[in-house]
């Protein structure tokens, strides 16, 4: 099976049976693309890449910077949440390598800036079209770094990150100014747009190659060059980035990734956003870490595009159709095992139709996720304890499992854990139902495959519970009256809003950002190319 672009598929909703998998992607075909035939395999545990060094599991990840691969001084393991075995090591960037690259890309830009908009565009096709030609090795790099289903590395997040490089490319001869008219008599104007100059963009582990091409090439395609600080989780699927965009003829230092290891983050980090060549910075990240790139990007007056975290609530009106919103929420909630920005932490189910949406909700998790289900794999046993936490404090403050596995803990209450010191991390999907404001699942990211359900009285107690949080990323609301959906929309403190469909949703055409904690600005479309270019107004006198 050769997929196209256009055939982006979940694969991993394996939280539903195969039939109605099937049935809800082809009621939403617009959305999620066209449905493929699927083997069990494609979408079982990971491969090993095979080959050379784009595929060895001894080859070393290097550096990318100048258009070479450069070793560093130093490495650092590279895990596979898997089993907890290192995959291979990768290079960790020192200080003065994160000064190499900025300075290479400093060499590279008045170069490339002028470089006409139709080779920037070919330049981009061509690193697209090399993307796909190794999507299976390069999925493969994911599926052991992160431990995401080959099915969802493959045919969701790398088809994703084609259509997104191509879409940018596509923008770019679309880029333009204006000419006003003067109020002045006798005066002339033009309002030009301009690269920045060098861009640093710091990219997370848990969509490697989307995150990787929305901060990478929407800043080379304006005629920004780059330096891309990829995860320390996720370094070869980086690398594979590097490569293709060298492979496609990029010159030398418009395009630099370095990662290191966690310990001399924050150092390189902000020595980079300190050197007077960077002019821009992108983020995408937690909160936490966003609050302190935006503080250092403000105490040297650098201007920030970022992409935060999300408390992301699914509310559901007594009018919803339940299979289709319950299909929906379980899809938000669990999709690569919740460890999506977007995902869905909270449900929010009018109290008339509360028990009805339950039943409908457990019908259709049973299938895969009973007793003697396999528990999906989370990107460490860090995370898998810290949601075990998570599960342990609101089941000990009030809250109920609604769906879940049937271990006990030593007070006999259920939890989500289904291997508790198992290799790798694991986490089996928790329904929780109960959940208070005084519970700290109410207000924290939980970023894994646990959601909780609330119960409104009415919609205004709705739209309240769904806007009592810092964050205002993604929202869902389910119903068959649309003038109703588009009210609720509106009062929704969210960057999107999104109706009778799940909170996950990213698709080149659409700005994507949030509102509140969850960061500022916009990635994709026109909205996303305007944020890697500056104004400026010339005037003269006719």
């Known amino acids: 099976m050769t997929p196209s672009v256009e055939r982006t598929v979940y694969l991993t909703l394996l939280v539903v049976s195969t039939k109605s998998v099937e049935q809800f992607f082809s009621r939403h075909a617009e959305n999620y693309g066209t449905m493929v035939e699927v083997s069990p395999a494609s979408v079982g545990p990971h491969r090993e890449p095979e080959g050379d060094a784009e595929g060895s599991q001894q080859a070393m990840v290097p550096l990318w910077i100048n258009g070479r691969e450069e070793p560093g001084s130093s490495t650092f393991d590279v895990v596979c949440p898997h089993d907890n075995q290192t995959c291979w090591k990768a290079a960790s960037a020192t200080t003065e390598d994160a000064f190499q690259a900025v300075e290479a890309a400093q060499s590279a830009f008045p170069n490339w800036s002028k470089t006409k908009p139709s080779i920037r565009q ?12 190794r999507a299976e090795d390069y999925a493969g790099f994911m599926t052991l770094e992160m431990g995401a289903e080959s099915g969802l590395a493959r045919y969701f997040v790398l088809a994703l990150s084609i259509k997104m490089l191509r879409d940018i490319a596509y923008r770019i001869s679309s880029v333009c100014g204006s000419t ?8 002339s104007a033009m309002v030009c747009k301009e690269p920045y100059g060098v861009v640093l963009g710091i990219a997370p582990w848990n969509a490697p190659y989307v995150f990787g091409i929305r901060a990478a090439a929407t800043a080379i395609a304006t005629g920004n060059t780059t330096v891309l600080k990829g995860s320390e989780l996720t370094p070869r699927c980086y690398w594979a980035i590097g490569k293709a965009f060298s492979d496609a003829g990029l010159p030398n230092g418009v395009l630099n990734i370095i990662y290191c290891r966690p310990s001399d983050a924050p150092e390189v ?3 980079m956003i300190e050197h007077p060549a960077i002019r821009k910075v992108n983020f995408t990240g937690s909160t936490n870490t966003g609050r302190k790139i935006g503080r250092a990007c403000g105490q040297n007056l650098k201007p920030c595009l970022m992409e935060l975290g999300g408390k992301n609530s699914a509310i559901v009106l007594p009018d919803a159709d339940l299979e289709e919103a319950a299909k929906a929420c379980i899809a938000g909630s669990f999709l690569n095992s919740g460890q999506i920005c977007m995902a869905t932490d909270r449900i929010i189910v009018h109290s008339s139709i509360a028990s009805a949406f339950q039943a409908t909700l457990k019908r259709f998790l049973s299938p895969t996720h009973g007793p003697s289900a396999s528990p999906t794999t989370v990107i460490s046993s860090t995370s898998q304890s810290r949601l075990q936490s998570l599960v342990s404090d609101a089941l000990s ?17 259920s939890l989500g854990v289904l291997q508790q010191g198992s ?3 694991r986490f089996a999907p928790v329904v929780l139902g109960g959940i208070e404001e005084n519970m700290v699942i109410w207000q924290e990211e939980v970023f894994g495959p646990v959601v909780g359900v609330m119960i409104a009285e009415d919609e205004d107690h709705a739209v309240k519970m769904a806007n009592t949080t810092g964050y205002g990323l993604s929202a869902a609301v389910f119903t068959r009256d649309l003038r109703k959906g588009l009210a609720l929309a509106k009062r929704l403190e969210s960057g999107a809003v999104h109706i ?3 909170t996950i949703r990213d698709e080149p ?5 949030g509102v509140k904690n969850s960061g500022w600005g916009r990635f994709n479309s026109s909205s996303g190319m305007e944020e890697f270019l500056v104004t400026k107004v010339v005037t003269w006198k006719d």
């Open 122 to 133: 070919e330049t981009l096709l061509r690193a697209a079209q090399l993307l796909e030609g």
């Open 180 to 187: 006003p008219t003067c109020q002045e008599d006798g005066t």
């Open 269 to 271: 980090v902000n020595a």
């Open 397 to 413: 403050t009030g809250a109920h499992l609604l769906y879940g596995n049937n271990d006990k803990n030593d007070d006999g209450k």
């Open 423 to 425: 290799a790798g991390g």
């Open 500 to 502: 009778n469909s799940m």
């Open 509 to 513: 055409a659409l700005p994507m950002g």
